[in-house]
């Protein structure tokens, strides 16, 4: 049987966050085995492979992103036999397992870490980010913390100190250092060897630091002074997104083609020049398979935008792939996010999941995102998250779209699990769990899998061309293919009614919604959106 070496070329993703998918011990919070007991579910879709977020060894400060042990499983989540089950049964259903790779910065609990914070002289000195403080006992620059507060945290022991773009126990490792960069590969092939399909790598272009740790600058963007979170406010020139970066990925790459059809997907956390370093980053075949940004998990739902992003990255990159998705594990979900662009949030829903998946490239999917699900209402003694709870209540962290799966809406905890959970299950979020949604055939369940379905049994969406039309806002339009079976894909990003003309008549998919076609002329009610198969040579469209 012959091996797709590129099946994560429009591939579609599901990301399962551990902690809230399934409990199987009855803990509260969500683990391996429990992840193997809903993979029909996942299967289901039609989608291609399942991303894992981190289920290593950690104290837990950030939820699994500080790793204590690359090699292991934290008992939270099971054992390293319950991984293998799980890849075991993923692999049965013809699943591919990619797992997130946190090698930016480890814990401070991580053994590499213990060792050199114990003097300048052991064998694992220079293995973290260390400096001398200003002759006045201040940090050595002006980066900042992600999370708040200095990026630099005073170690009385080597009376210096050490570098940490998240929280003061996730010290940043030395990629200058190429024992460094020797043991991080040393862990990748660990999970190659164990099987693993591919890499999600955490924050990918923060691995290198300017050695000169000169001072950022301030950030171009006037409406970033007002921003909530201090970090925004500076433009990260030397902080991260460093040219030294580009040569640790292709070491990355050489490794990982060494296993086959294996591949790697960096998060660019960006936020001036994402789609710019998305593709250099993937530019050619010996860098990231693909990378994705922040770029489509914020506010903005409009034509501009969206196209803007795609023909951005491909102006940049004609060689290389992106992965778009528009809701994660640190945003809040997409549903609230545009609710005031939509007409009900099932619109909404249902629309970008027709969006989403029309898009040239790879596309990923959040878990519960296949139901529509919407953010969690937290109170403030309800928190978790480090970030929600420093910035509260202008910011209110990442805990609400990190609650957890609803599968049966009337079952104590939503039938994640028979204790209390990490997170609450309210019942905004129940109303919307998969039993509830299974058998319904107008279900945003029921959309996504047809949607995924039409995607992949249509090469001009799975793997054509794409030519976005000059059409007004809201509309947007693009075509998917070229000339005879392409297909046209029309959208109304408002709450509001549009028509559009087409220069001959035409028959729409029955996936469209809230359209209707008379002749040429095509109505699109509030947030409505249809396919069209036909040629793009002929074709054409207009709106006013």
Avoid at 2 to 18: F, K, L, M
Avoid at 75 to 90: E, K, S, Y
Avoid at 431 to 446: F, G, I
Avoid at 462 to 467: A, D, E
Wanted: proline share 6%.
């Amino acid at each position: 049987m012959s091996i797709n070496e590129h099946w994560w070329r429009d591939a579609v993703i599901y990301q399962i966050y551990p902690r809230s998918f399934q409990d199987s011990n009855g803990n509260g919070i969500g683990d391996l085995a429990g992840i193997t007991s809903r993979l029909d579910h996942v299967a289901s879709l039609g989608v291609d492979a399942i991303w894992l977020s981190p289920v290593f060894t950690s104290p837990m400060a950030d939820m699994g992103y500080d790793v204590s042990d690359y090699t292991d499983i934290d008992p939270l989540f099971g054992t390293l036999a319950d991984f293998d089950a799980m890849l075991d049964r993923a692999h049965q259903l013809d699943l591919k397992v990619i797992i997130d790779q946190v090698l930016s910065h480890t814990s401070s609990k991580h053994p590499w870490f213990e060792e050199s914070r114990v003097s300048r002289g052991n064998a694992r000195a220079d293995w973290y980010v260390w400096a001398d403080p200003k002759p006045d006992g201040s940090p050595p620059n002006n980066w900042p913390s992600v999370f708040g507060g200095p990026a630099w945290t005073w170690d009385s022991r080597r009376r210096q100190y050490y570098m940490h773009n998240f929280l003061s126990s996730q010290p940043d490792l030395n990629f200058h250092n190429g024992a460094v960069q020797d043991a991080l590969l040393d862990v990748m092939r660990f999970w190659l060897e164990r099987g693993v399909d591919g890499f999600r790598l955490d924050t990918v272009n923060f691995y290198f630091h300017d050695a000169q740790l000169r001072d950022n600058p301030i950030s171009p963007d006037e409406a970033a002074r007002d921003a909530v979170i201090p970090y925004e406010m500076q433009d990260h020139r030397f902080s991260k997104t460093q040219p030294e970066n580009i040569g640790f990925l292709e070491r990355m790459r050489a490794l990982t083609d060494s296993y086959g059809a294996r591949m790697m997907v960096g998060e660019v956390g960006e936020i001036l020049r994402a789609t710019e370093v998305m593709a250099a980053y993937t530019s050619g075949s010996k860098r990231l398979h693909m990378a994705y940004s922040f770029d489509m998990l914020g506010n903005s739902y409009n034509p501009g935008h969206f196209r803007s992003r795609i023909e951005g990255f491909f102006a940049g990159a004609p060689d290389g792939w992106p992965c778009w998705s528009f809701s994660n594990h640190d945003v809040m979900r997409h549903v609230s996010r545009w609710r005031e662009h939509g007409h009900g949030d099932d619109a909404i829903a249902i629309q970008a999941a027709a969006m989403l998946l029309s898009f040239p490239g790879s596309i990923c999917l959040y878990q519960g995102e296949e139901l529509g699900q919407i953010d969690t209402e937290m109170e403030f003694h309800e928190l978790t998250d480090p970030p929600g709870i420093s910035f509260w209540p202008e910011y209110k962290g990442r805990d609400g779209c990190r609650t957890p799966m609803v599968w049966t809406a009337q079952a104590e905890h939503g039938g994640f699990s028979e204790a209390r959970p990490w997170l609450p299950v309210k019942a905004p979020q129940a109303e919307r769990a998969v039993d509830l949604q299974q058998d319904r055939a107008d279900s945003v369940l029921a959309f996504y899998r047809s949607m995924i379905d039409f995607r992949k049994s249509h090469t001009a969406l799975s793997g054509g061309k794409y030519r976005f039309l000059d059409l007004p806002e809201p509309i947007m339009g693009l075509w998917r293919g070229a000339g005879q079976g392409a297909v046209l894909c029309l959208f109304n990003l408002s709450p509001k009614d549009c028509v559009v003309t087409l220069s001959q008549p035409a028959t729409l998919v029955d996936l469209s919604h809230a359209a209707h076609l008379e002749g040429a002329v095509l109505e699109l009610g509030a947030n409505g959106f249809c396919f069209i198969e036909g040629d793009s040579e002929k074709l054409e469209v207009s709106a006013t």
